[in-house]
C-alpha cells in the first residue's frame, strides 16, 4: 500500500508541477524580482533558473507578504516538485509544507527560505537569495 502512494504522489508531482505558474530567468547576482502579476490566477509561482536546476517557490501569503523556498531537499539535496498541496521529494519521498517545514522524512530540516520584499509601487517582489553563494 505504501509503494502505491508513493507512486501516486510521484505521478501527481510530475503531471501537476507544469501546472503552476512558472517564472524562468538567469539566476545571477545576489537577487531576484519577480512581477507581482504572475499571481493572478495562483498563489504559488515557481521561479526557474534558464541554466542550472536551482528553482525556488514563491508563495503569495497576502496582498503585501510574500515568502520564498528554495526547492532543493534538505536531507538528499534533490530538486523538489511543487503541487497545489504541497513539496515533495521524488527520490527520498520526504514531504514539506509552504512553510517549509519537514512534514514527513526521512527530512527532518527545514527548507532553506530567502528574505523578500515587496516594492514601493508594489509591482514587482525582490528574492535576497545571497546565501545560496551564486
Known amino acids: 500500500m505504501r509503494i502505491l502512494s508513493i507512486l501516486v504522489l510521484i505521478v501527481c508531482l510530475a503531471s501537476c508541477t507544469a501546472t503552476l505558474p512558472t517564472y524562468s530567468t538567469k539566476i545571477t547576482g545576489n537577487s531576484i524580482d519577480i512581477g507581482v502579476d504572475g499571481f493572478q490566477n495562483s498563489n504559488i509561482n515557481i521561479v526557474t533558473d534558464e541554466t542550472s536546476p536551482r528553482r525556488i517557490v514563491l508563495i503569495k501569503r497576502s496582498p503585501l507578504a ?3 523556498l528554495y526547492l532543493e531537499c534538505s536531507y538528499d539535496k534533490q530538486s523538489l516538485g511543487v503541487t497545489s498541496t504541497g513539496i515533495a521529494c521524488p527520490v527520498c519521498h520526504s514531504t514539506y509544507d509552504f512553510d517549509g517545514g519537514a512534514t514527513r522524512g526521512p527530512a527532518t530540516t527545514r527548507l532553506t527560505k530567502f528574505p523578500t520584499e ?14 545560496l553563494g551564486i
Open 66 to 68: 510574500f515568502d520564498a
Open 118 to 131: 515587496l516594492s514601493a509601487d508594489q509591482t514587482r517582489i525582490r528574492i535576497d537569495i545571497q546565501s
